[in-house]
């Protein structure tokens, strides 16, 4: 009765926010009134106007960029962080662990453009949220809105931010996989994106924000997308708590090739997320492209040295999540710094990922796919680095930070960084409260056991083997909790 009820308030709260958006139909540009009457028959012409301010002007190359961006970003959620999360999990969740990244790039994109867009961007109301003057986007049509770009469409630079509050709750599903329940998930992605993501948007990128109007530099996501989504995976995975047998049972990835892929992919829809963030095909998103690439690589090199002097061996999956690692890093500095200083913050964030991962048993905690340790922590040193080595030699419209000269940006992304942790942690705990009260969080025992994609989809993978996991090859891929759910007959505890 519950579910029930939460979908009809759901759905009404959808439905009247879209009739409204309807009924408001946008106001008609008035006519210029400072235009020049035309001249009477047979005046004499009058003398030209002093040269005014070039007008913003849309420009096909700019836009054609910007779009293919915005389809490389999405690209980045479905399916590569659909694969690279799917395969890393136990066969028995990679259904579940795929629907994750698919249906938020659903959800997200209706809630993008009934409210979403509106409160990240929209007028801004004292520094802290978008006003909902936008909201169906009413307003945001094919024009350039200067206080963003002056060369695409405002729905082209609405598209391209689309994809980001695609992605960012997308990559906190890594920490809860294989035990929330799937109404719980719906329902806490559409409550965060709401109240942690979009107030977060504005005020970091949001015209009139009050970190963006402070100075802050995020160039592509350290704080928005890695840092917030990190954060509030540790809630997560401290609220919701450990998989059952976690430190005590095998948990192998099912489908390493599987998750190469989406790493691969990952890096692919990279260059869009850094390397489009510049709005324009320019020397901009050229430095981006370069230092983004720079990053990655450096990061794959240094996790899996790391990993090979630690352990003996380098892993495909090492060197995968290394990737992974530089790339969040970059990110923040992407369009601030030298392809010399990428070397380093990725060099950096592979081993200090690495290190992260690792301590996590240590810690009590189970991030079941290493989103703290790889966004959280890679993203935080991403926008401190970015105090460090930001100069205005690659962005004049950037910064320079401490190496060349102002340890006040340093200061100004400490601050930035810091706000973000407050927001994340307090919005996670509060959403996940209310979650908990109306559906609850996690599956029950049965349900964890025989797999999510039985129990939350009723549907399996493999129809034969096909991964490794307490099912094993030699029963088909049709192991004891899976025969238990199939039949709903209970299974005998061990």
Request: charged fraction near 10%; include cysteine.
């Given at each position: 009765m519950k579910r029930l009820i939460l979908t009809l308030a759901v759905l009404l709260v959808l439905s009247a926010t879209a009739s409204v958006a309807i009924a408001q139909q946008p106001t008609p540009p008035a006519a210029d009134s400072t235009a020049t009457p035309a001249p009477a028959a047979g005046a004499p012409a009058p003398a030209p106007a002093a040269a005014a301010a070039p007008a913003?002007?849309?420009?096909?190359?700019?836009?054609?960029?910007?779009?293919?961006?915005?389809?490389?970003?999405?690209?980045?959620?479905?399916?590569?962080?659909?694969?690279?999360?799917?395969?890393?999990?136990?066969?028995?969740?990679?259904?579940?662990?795929?629907?994750?990244?698919?249906i938020i790039a659903a959800l997200i994109s209706v809630q993008w453009v009934l409210w979403g867009y509106s409160l990240a961007f929209g007028p801004d109301k004292g520094g802290i949220i978008g006003g909902l003057d936008w909201i169906g986007l009413r307003g945001v049509g094919l024009e350039p809105f200067d206080a963003y770009s002056k060369t695409i469409p405002h729905q082209a630079f609405m598209l391209f931010q689309m994809m980001f509050a695609i992605i960012t709750p997308a990559l906190i599903t890594g920490t809860f996989a294989e035990r929330k329940k799937f109404s719980a998930f719906l329902l806490f992605t559409l409550l965060w994106a709401t109240f942690v993501y979009d107030p977060l948007a504005h005020w970091v990128w949001g015209d009139g924000g009050w970190l963006k109007a402070k100075g802050a530099l995020d160039f592509a996501g350290g704080t928005v997308v890695h840092i917030s989504s990190g954060v509030s995976a540790l809630v997560c995975a401290i609220m919701i708590g450990k998989r059952r047998g976690f430190g005590h049972q095998p948990m192998q990835p099912h489908n390493l090739p599987m998750t190469v892929m989406g790493a691969s992919l990952l890096w692919v829809g990279w260059f869009g997320f850094n390397a489009g963030s510049a709005l324009e095909a320019n020397g901009l998103?050229?430095?981006?492209?370069?230092?983004?690439?720079?990053?990655?690589?450096?990061?794959?090199?240094?996790?899996?040295?790391?990993?090979?002097?630690?352990?003996?061996?380098?892993?495909?999956?090492?060197?995968?999540?290394?990737?992974?690692?530089?790339?969040?890093?970059?990110?923040?500095?992407?369009?601030?710094?030298?392809?010399?200083?990428?070397?380093?913050?990725?060099?950096?964030?592979?081993?200090?990922?690495?290190?992260?991962?690792?301590?996590?048993?240590?810690?009590?905690?189970?991030?079941?796919?290493?989103?703290?340790?790889?966004?959280?922590?890679?993203?935080?040193?991403?926008?401190?680095?970015?105090?460090?080595?930001?100069?205005?030699?690659?962005?004049?419209?950037?910064?320079?930070?401490?190496?060349?000269?102002?340890?006040?940006?340093?200061?100004?992304?400490?601050?930035?960084?810091?706000?973000?942790?407050?927001?994340?942690?307090?919005?996670?705990?509060?959403?996940?409260?209310?979650?908990?009260?109306?559906?609850?969080?996690?599956?029950?025992?049965?349900?964890?056991?025989?797999?999510?994609?039985?129990?939350?989809?009723?549907?399996?993978?493999?129809?034969?083997?096909?991964?490794?996991?307490?099912?094993?090859?030699?029963?088909?891929?049709?192991?004891?909790?899976?025969?238990?759910?199939?039949?709903?007959?209970?299974?005998?505890?061990?």
């Open positions: 913003s002007k849309i420009d096909k190359g700019d836009t054609a960029w910007m779009l293919t961006s915005s389809l490389l970003v999405l690209m980045m959620t479905a399916p590569g962080l659909a694969l690279f999360y799917g395969g890393m999990v136990r066969q028995k969740n990679a259904l579940g662990t795929l629907m994750h990244s698919f998103a050229v430095s981006a492209f370069t230092a983004t690439n720079t990053g990655a690589a450096a990061a794959a090199l240094g996790w899996m040295f790391t990993e090979w002097m630690s352990r003996g061996k380098p892993t495909v999956l090492g060197a995968a999540s290394g990737a992974v690692a530089g790339l969040v890093a970059i990110t923040p500095a992407s369009g601030y710094v030298t392809p010399m200083a990428s070397v380093i913050i990725g060099a950096v964030a592979g081993w200090l990922c690495y290190t992260a991962c690792n301590i996590k048993t240590k810690l009590g905690y189970d991030d079941s796919l290493d989103v703290v340790g790889v966004h959280g922590v890679g993203g935080t040193w991403g926008a401190l680095a970015t105090g460090l080595f930001a100069t205005k030699a690659v962005n004049d419209g950037g910064g320079n930070g401490l190496f060349y000269g102002n340890p006040g940006q340093l200061w100004i992304q400490i601050v930035a960084v810091a706000s973000t942790y407050a927001l994340a942690i307090v919005g996670t705990v509060v959403i996940l409260k209310v979650v908990d009260a109306l559906v609850g969080l996690r599956v029950s025992v049965e349900d964890e056991m025989a797999g999510l994609d039985l129990s939350q989809h009723s549907e399996t993978a493999y129809s034969a083997g096909g991964g490794f996991g307490e099912f094993g090859a030699a029963s088909g891929g049709m192991g004891e909790p899976v025969r238990a759910a199939v039949e709903g007959k209970p299974r005998v505890a061990h």
